[in-house]
Nanobody, 122 residues
Framework: QVQLVESGGGLVQPGGSLRLSCVAS????????MGWYRQAPGKQREVVAS???????NYADSVKGRFTISRDNAKNTVYLQMNSLKPEDTAVYYC????????????????WGQGTQVTVSS
């Protein structure tokens, strides 16, 4: 029905930057909130940033001023620009989206991507 595919992860040195992308595809009628989460080894998944259809955003305190979330509604894509990366940002990053399918009678549901690894290390 719906697929979310992340890209852009990788290995970067402390202080470096990465840009993550997540494209939603399938039988999509509308997308409300889109967001990024991360999960480090041995830790619970935590929210990083979220953005609503109207453009309002929220950030975890740990990334405020360093990360920027944005979206392209025409492309069903959400981005996460990550600057001034720290070793503690190392995690698998997941995107999610609150989607209304185009199938008649559908209700809003949350879909997740498969995750992309971000490693910050010298």
């Amino acid at each position: 029905q719906v697929q979310l595919v992340e890209s852009g992860g990788g290995l970067v040195q402390p202080g470096g930057s990465l840009r993550l992308s997540c494209v939603a595809s399938g039988s999509i009628f509308s997308i409300n909130a889109m967001g990024w989460y991360r999960q480090a080894p041995g830790k619970q998944r935590e929210v990083v940033a979220s953005i609503f259809a109207g453009g309002s955003t929220n950030y975890a305190d740990s990334v405020k001023g360093r990360f920027t979330i944005s979206r392209d509604n025409a492309k069903n894509t959400v981005y996460l620009q990550m600057n001034s990366l720290k070793p503690e940002d190392t995690a698998v990053y997941y995107c999610n989206a609150d989607i209304l399918l185009s199938t008649y009678g559908s209700s809003w549901s949350v879909f997740w991507g498969q995750g992309t690894q971000v490693t910050v290390s010298s």
